[in-house]
């Protein structure tokens, strides 16, 4: 996801390369979830930037497995290790090096996950709906009334949605932006402090709608600064898969006990045999599936089931879990890229 090593005129990033139908961050009413533009004759595939709904072959399914076990040699445990108690420290370097250049905003965020603004005029209609997310106004109501603890920030609010692994608030600005809900609370946060701080200083932080704090979602004995059952959404977009493969269940499970009964956990990450998997060198690998880019931050790459099966051990229920595949195209060095993104809604039982 590095941007240096964006390779090949493409950028590796969290999805923001695929088709955008979109020149506004609030959202195409008209862009049908996952795109409409596919590829249906191959001599073709040079005449657009992107395609959705890709097929895969057998063979190339096949040519992707041979490729990722063939560099499946894992580095010593004491590399490892580093990799792992450092991580925070890789991260602040990636922000002190980009700052806030690297992530774009994210066209796609209102029409895959309208739960970020539910209130707000964008048409939902290709969206999936989420029963429940949201609440009934009367659900809303008692929980702005009996929040488990007066004083903790946002505690007003009748809407509350937390980012974790909010990097520079690329969906964070968007949200606030985008949802003029009055009772919206926003929360944000990660374990790069450099992250946390590029966030509160950006001109469009408002502190009376949003609260960044600085949180390592991995660590088990770290509380967060929200009451337990209070939040309506929690967002994970391009972060669970940079924490160690042993962390993300007890992650997953923390997160959810902040959820109102109702409330929904929306992911978007990486899934297996994506570009960005199949081109790491030889020397990478740090566990199956699991690598070490070149600037000392970490990728894994899912399956819909490995990620099913977190959500429902964390006592969530299935709404959504979709697998994104396009396939790229730079049509100035004539290359195709074919990507694989996948998309989770878990809800946790009103
Ligand atoms: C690929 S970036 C995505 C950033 C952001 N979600 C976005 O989409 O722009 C991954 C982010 O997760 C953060 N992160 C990684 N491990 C974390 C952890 N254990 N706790 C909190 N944040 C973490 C990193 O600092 C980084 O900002």
Redesign the pocket.
């Known amino acids: 996801?590095a941007a240096p090593r964006a390779t090949d005129g493409v950028d590796e990033?969290?999805g923001d390369t695929g088709l955008i139908l979109s020149n506004s961050s609030t959202g195409d009413p008209k862009r049908p979830q996952f795109g409409t533009r596919f590829l249906t004759d191959p001599r073709q595939v040079f005449q657009h930037n992107a395609w959705d709904n890709v097929e895969w072959t057998d063979e190339q399914e096949e040519a992707a497995k041979k490729k990722v076990s063939e560099n499946n040699q894992p580095l010593p445990p004491e590399k490892q290790e580093d990799y792992d108690s450092r991580?925070?420290e890789y991260?602040?370097d990636?922000?002190t090096i980009h700052e806030n250049r690297f992530?774009k905003d994210?066209h796609w965020l209102f029409t895959e996950f309208p739960e970020l603004a539910p209130r707000c005029n964008i048409n939902h209609e290709s969206g999936p709906s989420v029963a429940g997310a949201n609440g009934s106004p009367d659900q809303k109501q008692s929980a702005a009334l009996s929040p488990d603890s007066p004083d903790f920030p946002g505690s007003s609010a009748t809407y509350r949605v937390l980012?974790?692994?909010?990097?520079?608030?690329?969906?964070v600005f968007p949200i606030l932006k985008t949802n003029n809900d009055p009772g919206l609370f926003v929360y944000c946060?990660?374990?790069?402090s450099a992250?946390v701080e590029l966030v509160k200083t950006n001109p469009e932080y408002d502190s009376k709608r949003c609260f960044a704090f600085v949180?390592?979602?991995?660590?088990e004995e770290a509380s967060y600064p929200i009451p337990d059952g209070t939040l309506d959404v929690i967002?994970?977009?391009?972060?669970l898969?940079?924490?160690h493969p042993d962390?993300m269940r007890s992650?997953i499970s923390r997160a959810a006990r902040l959820l109102k009964p109702g409330g929904v956990m929306l992911l978007r990450d990486y899934g297996r045999y994506d570009m960005a998997q199949l081109r790491f060198k030889k020397g990478r690998c740090l566990s199956e599936n699991f690598y070490v880019r070149g600037d000392g931050?970490r990728?894994y790459f899912f399956t819909q089931d490995e990620l099913h099966e977190l959500f429902t051990e964390a006592g969530l229920e299935k709404v959504q879990n979709l697998v994104d595949r396009r396939l790229q195209v730079n049509r100035g060095k004539q290359l195709t890229m074919y990507r694989v993104w996948i998309q989770c809604k878990y809800r946790k039982a009103p």
């Open positions: 996801m990033s969290c991580a925070s991260w602040n990636f922000y992530f994210r980012e974790v692994g909010c990097g520079v608030g690329n969906t946060c990660d374990f790069s992250a949180h390592d979602s991995s660590d967002v994970l977009i391009f972060v898969s940079a924490l962390k992650s931050t990728v």
